[in-house]
């Protein structure tokens, strides 16, 4: 069976971008894959974030995974802080990449324009995400199209180490779906949908009441000719909505212009059919967030069942690299 992994980061409330780009595929690969999933911790370190606020922040987002629909049974979900095996491996690949090629990352060349102190940890980031993967010989790492640079850096990376020091790891595919791939700020079409920018008009949340959402969906930022086609060049704010609505039921968004002559409407239906979609979630997570023992059971089982994988790739690839094991 192939193995799966993916993570997300801590560091805001989901959104809708990282629902239709990845949580969305996370759910339903549990039944073909043996899938992992992690709350990635250490990565929200990269950022400046409030000892408290992490610590709330990764609870949340379990229970948002959780919610979502990820079923410890039929999954492995963890925090990436429990199984040290991540931080290891990531400094057997920090020897093997290079600087060059982390300078060439672009989400480390926009992210550090906003620290003015930029973190070392965000310049290597992109390393621990391929540690995170390589440790468990994931085939396909279901990402929204914002990673797939980093999922070539792990491949580049795999390779590397495996003509280096002899097979060690499986070179690992991105699965991006193919709408909702890239959700963009309701609010600046040409702006990706994130955690960590301030735009809350533009954002929406996967918590958000039916109401937010509909007025979210109805402020969204289009143009002024009312010609309904899908054009991301010229009309990105209506291809973005066209997109989320092609996610959201399955067709293509030139065939759902098709089906409407008014922004208006397609608004209207778009903001019901998110409503819809994210109903279970909205709906389930109250009862895990207030069931705290049960979640943190969840992932300390989690990390019980990554650690052995994790901790076995890891003795290869230190024994393969040439560190002496322990006696
Ligand atoms: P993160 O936490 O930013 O986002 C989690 C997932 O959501 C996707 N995503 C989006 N998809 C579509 N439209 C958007 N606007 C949008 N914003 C976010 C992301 O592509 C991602 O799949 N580096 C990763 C976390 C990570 C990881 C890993 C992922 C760490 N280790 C190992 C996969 C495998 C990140 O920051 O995702």
């Known amino acids: 069976m192939i193995r799966v992994l993916s993570g997300i980061q801590p560091s805001g409330e989901l959104h809708l971008g990282n629902y239709v780009g990845a949580l969305r595929q996370w759910v339903a690969f549990q039944?073909?894959?043996?899938?992992?999933?992690?709350?990635?911790?250490?990565?929200?370190?990269?950022?400046?974030?409030a000892p408290e606020d992490l610590r709330a922040r990764t609870f949340d987002a379990a229970c948002s995974?959780?919610?979502?629909?990820?079923?410890?049974?039929?999954?492995?979900?963890?925090?990436?802080s429990h199984v040290p095996e991540h931080p290891r491996l990531a400094w057997l690949l920090e020897c093997t990449a290079t600087m060059g090629e982390l300078n060439r990352m672009?989400?480390?060349?926009?992210?550090?324009?906003?620290?003015?102190?930029?973190?070392?940890?965000?310049?290597?980031?992109?390393?621990?995400?391929?540690?995170d993967i390589l440790a468990y010989h994931a085939g396909a790492v279901p990402v929204g199209d914002d990673q797939r640079q980093h999922l070539e850096l792990a491949r580049e990376l795999a390779q590397r180490f495996n003509n280096r020091y002899g097979e060690t790891f499986t070179v690992?595919?991105?699965?991006?779906?193919?709408?909702?791939?890239?959700?963009?700020?309701?609010?600046?079409?040409?702006?990706?949908?994130?955690k960590?920018?301030?735009?809350?008009?533009?954002t929406v949340q996967v918590l958000d009441s039916p109401q937010e959402i509909a007025r979210k969906v109805r402020k969204a930022v289009t143009d002024t000719d009312g010609d309904?086609?899908?054009?991301?060049?010229?009309?990105?704010?209506?291809?973005?909505?066209?997109?989320?609505?092609?996610?959201?039921?399955?067709?293509?968004?030139?065939?759902?212009?098709g089906k409407y002559t008014r922004y208006g409407d397609l608004k209207a239906d778009l903001a019901e059919a998110l409503v819809?979609?994210?109903?279970?979630?909205?709906?389930?997570?109250?009862?895990?967030?207030?069931?705290?023992?049960?979640?943190e059971a969840?992932?300390?089982?989690?990390?019980?069942?990554?650690?052995?994988?994790?901790?076995?790739?890891?003795?290869r690839a230190a024994g393969a690299i040439g560190l002496l094991p322990p006696a």
């Open 31 to 49: 039944d073909e894959y043996d899938a992992f999933y992690c709350v990635v911790d250490l990565h929200a370190l990269t950022l400046e974030l």
């Open 65 to 80: 995974l959780l919610a979502a629909g990820l079923d410890p049974d039929r999954c492995t979900l963890f925090c990436q």
């Open 106 to 131: 672009t989400q480390f060349k926009d992210k550090s324009t906003r620290q003015e102190a930029v973190r070392v940890g965000l310049f290597t980031y992109p390393v621990l995400m391929a540690a």
């Open 172 to 194: 690992p595919e991105a699965v991006v779906p193919a709408f909702g791939g890239r959700v963009m700020d309701l609010q600046h079409p040409r702006r990706k949908m994130s």
């Open 196 to 202: 960590s920018v301030d735009s809350p008009l533009g």
């Open 228 to 257: 309904v086609r899908y054009d991301p060049g010229d009309k990105p704010g209506l291809a973005n909505l066209l997109d989320l609505m092609a996610a959201a039921t399955g067709q293509r968004p030139e065939d759902v212009a």
């Open 276 to 295: 819809e979609m994210l109903r279970p979630l909205r709906e389930r997570y109250d009862a895990y967030s207030a069931d705290r023992g049960a979640v």
């Open 298 to 315: 969840v992932l300390a089982g989690g990390a019980e069942r990554a650690r052995e994988v994790a901790a076995a790739t890891y003795a």
